[in-house]
């Protein structure tokens, strides 16, 4: 069988032709093992959250619990919840690629949000970013502390996290307290489908390498008081999205979805490339703006053009934690 790796490096080179935008595609050859590494993990995780989150609507549904405001923000909550509250660094990393994904989404937006953003069941991408983030500093402020700083978030807010992270804990699990039982065991059927596209299959088997449906299903098939025959299926659906279908007891995980966060961090990759290049450019132009007034024996003017240069240089546009 191809390797993981190797997998994901045709996957990641493949992607944006694949979502119709050639202008940033990146061959295999140009990536490295760390960012054929980081984007598979990055699309990987992405695809935990997402089904966490659709797994919280099942919990409300399969237990008609209550939700006082939107449930998408809600159940948001939940999933950042259950896997802060793991405790577990690898789910650490899986929840900060999260708060990641919905900041690049965000970015990728050239227009910024447009009215039926505001209309829709969910927050705006960088406010559900934002959230996660909260729910992250709330929960392990040391630990996620470079992270939040990379980010700008303020100490005032964090402060006003750890409040926020230990409310929503603490509502969430008296919720499904009345709905757990001890030794309970729920039996649930994961189901890869054939994607019926070789670009499409290419993240069909990433997924499954990676259990990430099975993740769901070892998470929720414990301690949880649900009736066996819940489905979790990875398909391909036409669009980038995921479901919880109530009346066929069924999360539907689409592999578009998992294409379309590859190529967000397969531009992201390409953008730190661009940038990391015009840094040298600009660094390459302000020795030789140093040696021509050295020429000219203009000492002052040399450490005015060198300082010039320096504030030229623009941060990063998505605030993200570098990919060493």
Same mark, same amino acid.
């Given at each position: 069988m &191809?390797? +993981?790796?190797?997998?994901?490096?045709?996957?990641?080179?493949?992607?944006?032709?694949?979502?119709?935008?050639?202008?940033?595609?990146?061959?295999?050859? =140009?990536?490295?093992?760390?960012?054929?590494?980081?984007?598979?993990?990055?699309?990987?995780?992405?695809?935990?959250?997402? +089904?966490? /989150?659709?797994?919280g /609507?099942?919990?409300?549904?399969?237990?008609? +619990?209550?939700?006082?405001?939107?449930?998408?923000?809600?159940?948001?909550?939940?999933?950042?919840?259950?896997?802060?509250?793991?405790?577990?660094?690898?789910?650490?990393?899986?929840?900060?690629?999260?708060?990641?994904?919905?900041?690049? +989404?965000?970015?990728?937006?050239?227009?910024?949000?447009?009215?039926?953003d505001?209309?829709?069941? /969910?927050?705006?991408?960088?406010?559900?970013?934002?959230?996660?983030v909260?729910?992250?500093?709330?929960?392990?402020?040391?630990?996620? *502390?470079?992270?939040?700083?990379?980010?700008? @978030?303020p100490?005032?807010?964090?402060?006003?996290?750890? @409040?926020?992270?230990?409310?929503?804990?603490?509502?969430?699990?008296?919720?499904?307290?009345?709905? *757990?039982?001890?030794?309970?065991k &729920?039996?649930?059927?994961v189901t890869?489908?054939?994607?019926?596209?070789?670009? !499409?299959?290419?993240?069909?088997?990433?997924? *499954?390498?990676?259990?990430? !449906?099975?993740?769901?299903?070892?998470? @929720?098939?414990?301690?949880?008081d649900?009736?066996?025959?819940?489905?979790?299926?990875?398909?391909?659906?036409?669009?980038?999205?995921?479901?919880w279908?109530?009346?066929?007891?069924?999360?539907?995980?689409?592999?578009?979805?998992?294409?379309? /966060?590859?190529?967000?961090?397969?531009?992201?990759?390409?953008?730190?490339?661009?940038?990391?290049?015009?840094?040298?450019?600009?660094?390459?132009?302000?020795?030789?703006?140093?040696?021509?007034?050295?020429?000219?024996?203009?000492?002052?003017?040399?450490?005015?053009?060198?300082?010039?240069? =320096? =504030?030229?240089?623009?941060?990063?546009?998505?605030?993200?934690?570098?990919?060493?």
């Amino acid at each position: 069988m &191809t390797s +993981l790796k190797a997998a994901a490096a045709a996957i990641l080179a493949m992607t944006a032709s694949y979502l119709w935008q050639p202008a940033t595609a990146v061959r295999a050859a =140009e990536l490295t093992a760390e960012q054929i590494e980081e984007g598979q993990r990055f699309v990987v995780n992405n695809a935990i959250f997402i +089904l966490f /989150h659709e797994a919280g /609507h099942m919990l409300v549904s399969e237990f008609n +619990l209550p939700v006082l405001g939107r449930e998408e923000d809600a159940v948001d909550a939940l999933s950042s919840v259950l896997l802060l509250g793991a405790e577990d660094e690898e789910l650490n990393t899986t929840i900060q690629d999260a708060a990641d994904g919905w900041f690049l +989404l965000d970015e990728a937006k050239e227009d910024g949000p447009q009215e039926d953003d505001f209309m829709g069941t /969910h927050g705006l991408d960088r406010q559900r970013a934002f959230a996660i983030v909260c729910m992250m500093t709330g929960a392990n402020a040391e630990f996620f *502390k470079v992270f939040a700083d990379s980010l700008d @978030f303020p100490q005032e807010r964090r402060d006003e996290c750890a @409040f926020e992270y230990e409310k929503a804990r603490d509502s969430w699990m008296s919720l499904l307290a009345a709905n *757990k039982k001890e030794g309970a065991k &729920t039996k649930f059927t994961v189901t890869y489908e054939p994607a019926g596209n070789e670009d !499409l299959q290419g993240f069909a088997d990433l997924l *499954k390498s990676a259990s990430a !449906l099975e993740t769901i299903a070892t998470v @929720f098939g414990t301690g949880y008081d649900l009736k066996d025959g819940i489905k979790i299926t990875g398909k391909t659906c036409g669009t980038e999205n995921a479901f919880w279908y109530a009346e066929d007891r069924e999360i539907t995980y689409c592999y578009e979805m998992a294409a379309f /966060h590859a190529a967000l961090i397969t531009n992201w990759f390409e953008n730190q490339a661009e940038e990391e290049a015009g840094a040298d450019d600009e660094m390459a132009t302000d020795d030789t703006a140093t040696d021509d007034a050295a020429a000219d024996e203009t000492a002052a003017d040399d450490a005015a053009a060198y300082e010039t240069g =320096e =504030e030229q240089s623009e941060p990063t546009a998505v605030k993200l934690k570098k990919k060493e």
